[in-house]
């Protein structure tokens, strides 16, 4: 086990609804970055959060959004939800200051389905 | 740009025999290469990793790999598959360690008795 959670496990919405999904990151990091893994495909990147504050982003449309927080757990929010959306979203948590823990360890991630 | 190929969307072998997965990337600069195995209904979880110095590599559960620059290469094996490998292996790349990663499409291995 990695030590990062994810809430909820699964969730099913209708289309147009918005969503929010929770990620706690392993004790010590402060980098939080989440991935997109539609059915039968790799993980995409949607986007990193350091320090609170955003560090990089994939290309996904502005409805995906984000927070952290100062205990660096972390929200991902999809507004208007579609079809396309259906995926399992994976967080991963790691230390941009911590050389021995630079690594990203993924969480057993939520998976959304849209109908 | 970075860009990772995996050759095979699926393989199968025999319990006992070679496993050989493969990976090809594309990068601008010196990657940082990293092989997942994800078992059904579950989040990822790192085998292995190549940074910088020795490019051979050696992982959890009797995997290893072997960065070839050369051959933009990081191909992964074990010389005994067990049943309990049966998974989908991701290969991925990034510029750093904490940066984005970028996935290959996946290869699923199936292990029969």
């Known amino acids: 086990e990695t030590g990062v959670t994810q809430s909820p496990t699964h969730l099913i919405k209708t289309r147009g609804q918005q969503v929010t999904l929770r990620c706690s990151s392993q004790?010590?990091?402060?980098?939080v970055s989440w991935y997109q893994q539609a059915l039968g495909q790799g993980p995409q990147f949607i986007f990193q959060y350091y320090r609170e504050e955003e560090n990089g982003r994939g290309n996904f449309p502005p409805r995906f959004s984000g927070l952290q927080f100062p205990n660096y757990s972390s929200e991902l929010n999809v507004n208007a939800l579609e079809l396309d959306d259906s995926a399992l979203y994976l967080c991963?948590?790691?230390?941009?200051?911590?050389?021995?823990?630079?690594?990203?360890?993924f969480g057993p991630g939520t998976r959304l389905l849209v109908l | 740009a970075q860009s990772v190929t995996q050759l095979g969307s699926h393989v199968s072998v025999s319990e006992g025999a070679l496993v050989l997965l493969r990976c090809n990337y594309s990068?601008?600069?010196?990657?940082?290469l990293f092989w997942y195995v994800q078992y059904p209904n579950q989040g990822l979880q790192l085998l292995l990793k190549?940074?910088?110095?020795?490019?051979l590599v050696k992982g959890i559960n009797g995997f290893e790999a072997e960065f070839k620059k050369s051959e933009t290469s990081f191909h992964l094996t074990k010389p005994s598959a067990h049943m309990s490998d049966a998974a989908e292996y991701f290969c991925a790349v990034t510029p750093s360690n904490t940066d984005k990663l970028i996935f290959g499409t996946g290869t699923r291995l199936q292990v029969f008795p």
């Open positions: 991963a948590s790691s230390s941009r200051d911590r050389l021995s823990e630079e690594t990203q360890y």
């Open positions: 190549y940074t910088t110095g020795a490019t």
């Open positions: 004790s010590g990091h402060n980098t």
């Open positions: 990068s601008s600069v010196p990657p940082y």
